[in-house]
């Protein structure tokens, strides 16, 4: 159980190295057929940074105070030329296909900028679809960059690169085996929560708001996420937003419960790929 929340509490890190391998228009142009571009490998890394950047914008300046189109725009380009090295090379795949219609699916996260725990479980969904480069390195060897990496086998999955090392996960769909370990990288979907019987985990469907729950176990997950079980009332309640005290992560939207206070989620566009 410890090691689940240990998950929880590490879970914005992979939202954020997500995003980085994501791109394509901005406002309507992603829904305009006719005004599409045609990536290539040729092409990609000339025309993907400045709608990356553009998408992060709103994000950046709300959430991380600040954004440098230009350097933005030089970050991202140093990133793409790498990846399309690799796909010369044949240690990386390249879709360009998935772009315009990854943005669609990505930019009202971005938008939102602060997502809660049981939203960053659909942004997680969402990247499964926007692996524009996707690598080949196993999880656990060296990267620098989350698209060097090979995604988790199955539906749903992302791969990360955190601390030099590839890493990922999958969110799980109903009477998938599911885990309770943070090795494994995987979480039960949203309106799901694993549960252990004599052993065996699986997703199963969580208990309903208002529904009977445990609020005196040590950890209570029958609820799922974005929902906990109160110990006055051992009815499932959603969690509780940022400001309000908290004795468990599990209480909190953030899914974060600092010094007795749900926190505000960290924005889901890393500092580093504002430009400043």
């Known amino acids: 159980m410890r090691n689940l929340l240990k998950y929880i509490s590490h879970a914005g890190t992979f939202g954020v190295a997500a995003i980085v391998a994501c791109s394509g228009k901005t406002e309507g142009d992603?829904?305009?057929?006719?005004?599409s571009y045609s990536y290539t490998v040729q092409n990609v890394c000339d025309k993907m940074p400045i709608d990356?950047?553009?998408?992060?914008?709103?994000?950046c300046t709300t959430g991380r105070g600040g954004f440098?189109?230009?350097?933005?725009e030089a970050t991202q380009k140093g990133d793409c030329l790498k990846n399309t090295a690799e796909v010369t090379a044949g240690t990386m795949k390249f879709d360009g296909t998935k772009v315009d219609s990854c943005i669609a699916k990505l930019k009202p996260?971005?938008?939102e900028c602060r997502l809660e725990f049981s939203r960053l479980v659909s942004y997680w969904e969402v990247s499964d679809d926007c692996r524009i480069f996707e690598g080949s390195r196993a999880a656990g060897t060296t990267c620098e960059r989350s698209a060097q990496c090979a995604p988790p086998a199955g539906a749903n999955s992302f791969p990360s690169c955190i601390g030099g090392r590839c890493a990922g996960g999958r969110v799980l769909a109903e009477n998938d085996t599911c885990s309770l370990d943070i090795r494994s990288g995987?979480?039960?979907?949203?309106g799901l929560y694993c549960?252990?019987?004599?052993?065996?985990?699986?997703?199963?469907?969580?208990?309903?708001?208002?529904?009977?729950?445990?609020g005196s176990s040590f950890v209570e997950l029958s609820c799922g996420l974005g929902y906990y079980c109160p110990r006055d009332t051992n009815?499932?309640?959603?969690?509780?937003?940022a400001g309000s005290r908290c004795t468990s992560l599990l209480?909190?939207?953030s899914a974060i419960c600092n010094a007795g206070t749900c926190t505000t989620p960290e924005p889901v566009v890393a500092t580093d790929a504002c430009g400043i």
């Open 235 to 241: 009815k499932c309640a959603r969690a509780k937003d």
């Open 109 to 111: 996260f971005m938008d």
């Open 186 to 190: 995987l979480i039960c979907g949203n």
């Open 195 to 214: 549960k252990n019987d004599n052993g065996k985990t699986t997703c199963v469907k969580a208990t309903t708001e208002g529904g009977t729950c445990n």
């Open 251 to 253: 209480e909190c939207k």
């Open 52 to 59: 990356i950047c553009a998408a992060r914008k709103n994000c």
């Open 30 to 35: 992603a829904a305009d057929a006719a005004t």
């Open 68 to 72: 440098n189109q230009a350097s933005c």
